[in-house]
């Protein structure tokens, strides 16, 4: 199943570094039939795009919970797209599936970065994601502001290069 685990620029590093991808709680999105069955209309590749915006709303909770470990990586929402095994948890959410860990590299189909651009957004919505699931509508805005920039597509050989140009 091709899932979309939230990450981090720190995640990536490690990733490059190990060649294994550490999914935070093994939590995943993705096209579930609880998702499909959600959704009066569209076909799988919007409803994968659904998936893939959860992920990026939960990159940027692991954003905020993120510690500053000494090095300065600049605030991007990271969706890591994978092919393994997961398991429905339509109990939390839509598209919720539940993934073991470590996810070898082979593994992995693409990653998918905000540009520099969307920095300034992604650092107020950060703020705001705990004040928007609890339905304050400026917060809602603010997140909505940085779900107007599209992530970056990258393949998993390019990520080194991602990482030494930042």
């Not at 659904?50 to 991007?76: F, I, K, N, V, Y």
């Not at 393949?155 to 290069?161: G, H, R, Y």
Request: aromatic residues 4%; without cysteine; proline residues 6%.
């Amino acid at each position: 199943m091709r899932v979309y685990l939230p990450a981090t620029l720190a995640m990536l590093k490690r990733l490059d570094e190990t060649g294994e991808f550490l999914p935070v709680g093994g939590t995943a999105f993705a096209l579930t039939p609880a998702l499909r069955e959600s959704y009066t209309s569209g076909d799988d590749e919007e409803l994968s795009e659904a998936a893939m915006r959860e992920a990026a709303r939960a990159s940027l909770r692991l954003l905020g919970d993120e510690t500053d470990d000494g090095e300065s990586l600049p605030p991007r929402r990271v969706v890591v797209a994978a092919d393994v095994d997961a398991t429905l948890r339509p109990d939390l959410d839509a598209a919720v599936v539940k993934v073991g860990g470590p996810i070898p590299r082979r593994a992995i189909a693409s990653v998918h970065v905000d540009g520099a651009g969307a920095e300034p957004a992604v650092r107020a919505a950060i703020e705001a994601v705990d004040a928007a699931d609890l339905g304050d509508l400026d917060a809602e805005l603010a997140i909505g502001d940085v779900e107007d920039f599209d992530l970056a597509w990258y393949a998993t050989q390019e990520v080194p290069f991602l990482l030494e140009l930042l």
